[in-house]
């Protein structure tokens, strides 16, 4: 809510319950397109993608989605994780949220980009395009929350399978 310029209010009163309001910002942008039921959404033909997320929700999310597309998943808590699984492990692509403790997610691209060049990256952030624009320049970065459709593109763009779409990296 903070990120979009509004905020969050809990009211908790024990025995009674709590009550958690989100207040946004109105907005005057358009509605996004919503897909023609006949509109095809790229699939990973079964690629196997080495997904990298700290907070286990997400990174059940993101996996689940992952599998609903048609792609394998090999899952990672942490950067370090994940280039001892890239040790022994042949994985198609990389899919990695950018804020983790320790070694970030860009870190952890340059480094996997350094060892194995041939490894197409994509990055997942829930912090606006300003704040990870300078250090992620270099890599496509999708924004969260992200839909079924929007990580589809994104990996096919890439080299993930599917159709290749056309898409505005936040990065680039």
């Not at 042949?90 to 980009?113: C, H, N, Q």
Request: proline share 5%; charged share 30%.
């Amino acid at each position: 809510a903070a990120q979009t310029g509004g905020r969050a209010e809990i009211e908790s009163v024990p025995g009674k319950g709590t009550t958690v309001r989100l207040l946004l910002p109105r907005t005057d942008k358009a509605v996004a397109k919503v897909l023609d039921a006949v509109e095809e959404i790229p699939t990973g033909d079964g690629l196997k993608v080495l997904l990298v997320e700290d907070n286990d929700a997400v990174r059940e999310f993101a996996e689940s989605l992952l599998v609903d597309l048609d792609y394998r998943v090999v899952s990672a808590r942490s950067a370090d994780e994940a280039l001892a699984l890239l040790g022994g492990e042949a994985v198609d692509l990389l899919f990695s949220d950018v804020v983790m403790p320790e070694r970030s997610g860009i870190e952890l691209a340059e480094e996997v980009r350094r060892k194995y060049p041939d490894i197409p990256i994509l990055l997942a952030s829930g912090y606006s395009d300003e704040v990870i624009k300078g250090s992620a320049v270099e890599f496509d970065i999708i924004s969260k929350p992200y839909s079924v459709d929007t990580l589809s593109r994104a990996l096919a763009k890439i080299g993930g399978g599917g159709a290749a779409a056309e898409l505005e990296p936040v990065g680039r």
